[in-house]
């Protein structure tokens, strides 16, 4: 069964800087790879997705996100983070059956 | 933003009691999907549904059933409710096509169970 891992429980940024958020995934094949963001108090929004080709997929709101298969990963980044990314950020991963499993989730914290 | 209402957005309940939530979509898709979220864990999967009246356990279905009567509705229903079930559910959404293989999210509901 496919499973993901995101190592980074919080992360605080400054606002302006950089934002890498962490995804390892465990899955034989070439597995289906999203994020989602959640608000507080809202539902889970797709921020992108991977199914195949290029590895670096662009998603909404400025963010991308490059599969590495070598490192079973797939890092979610924004160049500059603006106080309204902060939010919980889930990985999931499909293995082509309909389901997907969701890491633990990274919650960002963004100070002026 | 997909056609999706969860409810009740949230419930206080007593343990021991039943309780059913509720999903509806206006999208017609044909996959219907439980969540419930609890911090440390992410979303798990209690059950789901592809189809009218076609059903599968996820990976915490201990103490759920869950119900499809008609392609927009999805009812899940805790039998005897235990504070452990206190969580927030979400319920989603998403189509038979493979080249369309994200899920769309409701807005959850809040479970409290005393």
């Known amino acids: 069964a496919q499973s993901v891992t995101q190592p980074d429980i919080h992360i605080t940024v400054s606002e302006g800087a950089s934002l890498e958020l962490r995804c390892n995934y465990s899955?034989?094949?070439?597995?289906?790879l999203f994020w989602y963001v959640q608000s507080p108090g809202q539902g889970l929004q797709l921020l992108l997705k991977y199914f195949s080709g290029d590895t670096l997929v662009q998603g909404i709101k400025g963010f991308e996100a490059e599969f590495k298969r070598s490192q079973s990963s797939f890092n979610l980044r924004k160049p500059s983070v603006h106080w309204s990314d902060a939010a919980e950020y889930f990985c999931a991963v499909g293995a082509g059956d309909y389901k997907l499993s969701f890491g633990a989730g990274t919650t960002v914290t963004v100070r002026a | 933003d997909a056609g999706i209402t969860q409810s009740p957005r949230h419930k206080v309940t007593e343990t021991g009691t039943p309780v059913t939530l509720r999903c509806h979509q206006t999208?017609?898709?044909?996959?219907m999907y439980w969540y419930r979220q609890d911090p440390g864990h992410g979303l798990r999967l209690i059950h789901y549904s592809y189809g009218v009246k076609d059903t599968d356990k996820g990976e915490v279905s201990d103490g759920y059933s869950v119900s499809r009567s008609k392609t927009e509705d999805f009812l899940l229903t805790l039998e005897s409710a235990t504070s452990s079930q206190t969580s927030v559910y979400f319920c989603a959404i998403s189509e038979s096509d493979r080249s369309n293989y994200e899920q769309y999210f409701g807005p959850g509901t809040r479970l409290t169970v005393t």
């Open positions: 899955y034989g094949a070439t597995p289906y």
């Open positions: 999208e017609n898709h044909r996959y």
